[in-house]
T-cell receptor
Framework: AQTVTQSQPEMSVQEAETVTLSCTYDTSENNYYLFWYKQPPSRQMILVIRQEAYKQQNATENRFSVNFQKAAKSFSLKISDSQLGDTAMYFCAFMKHTGANSKLTFGKGITLSVRP | ETGVTQSPTHLIKTRGQQVTLRCSSQSGHNTVSWYQQALGQGPQFIFQYYREEENGRGNFPPRFSGLQFPNYSSELNVNALELDDSALYLC?????????????FGAGTRLSVL
């Protein structure tokens, strides 16, 4: 079974600054996907960024980038130039690289507050 | 917007009652997954439906059941409601084995059991 751990329950960052959210996971799989989802107060889970485990290059999406360390089973999210709209809960999630039963396993989440 | 819609947005039930939650998947998607999110926690996988068949189930009792229809929309049914069933229920649609394997979520149904 896979587990995802987000050990920081809350973080705060000043607008325009950079913040890093941590995530570790445990799996015996070699091929898998990792995701960061954002859940604002509106409740809708929004995909932020996705990483395929077989790719060594870290994924980037505009102001969002990841530091994927496969051997250490670590997958952190860096948000650059933080904006007020980044205030939300952020969830790290794992998915096996198989078509059947492609469920997401989530961490407990971290609440990020961006201060003006 | 993800194109995934859920209804109703809020629901209040009493213990022992039954409830049905609905989800319309994004156009072109053939798979719907349901998750339960307790307050302050990450979502927990309930089950997944692919082409109208259950395609995997999490650690939830049989009183949690589902359906997927030919248009790929889906229902989650919960019988004999318990207080601990109070949660946000999320559905996510995807294209099984499609490119990127991304699940797109609806805004959820908030269920309160009194």
């Amino acid at each position: 079974a896979q587990t995802v751990t987000q050990s920081q329950p809350e973080m705060s960052v000043q607008e325009a600054e950079t913040v890093t959210l941590s995530c570790t996971y445990d799996t015996s799989e070699n091929n898998y996907y990792l995701f960061w989802y954002k859940q604002p107060p509106s409740r809708q889970m929004i995909l932020v960024i996705r990483q395929e485990a077989y790719k060594q290059q870290n994924a980037t999406e505009n102001r969002f980038s990841v530091n994927f360390q496969k051997a250490a089973k670590s997958f952190s999210l860096k948000i650059s130039d933080s904006q007020l709209g980044d205030t939300a809960m952020y969830f790290c999630a794992f998915m096996k690289h198989t078509g059947a039963n492609s469920k997401l396993t989530f961490g407990k989440g971290i609440t990020l507050s961006v201060r003006p | 917007e993800t194109g995934v819609t859920q209804s109703p947005t809020h629901l209040i039930k009493t213990r022992g009652q039954q409830v049905t939650l609905r989800c319309s998947s994004q156009s072109g998607h053939n798979t719907v997954s349901w998750y339960q999110q307790a307050l302050g926690q990450g979502p927990q996988f309930i089950f997944q439906y692919y082409r109208e068949e259950e395609n995997g189930r999490g650690n939830f009792p049989p009183r949690f059941s589902g359906l997927q229809f030919p248009n790929y929309s889906s229902e989650l049914n919960v019988n004999a409601l318990e207080l601990d069933d109070s949660a946000l229920y999320l559905c996510a649609s995807s294209l099984l084995a499609g490119a990127k394997n991304i699940q797109y979520f609806g805004a959820g149904t908030r269920l309160s059991v009194l």
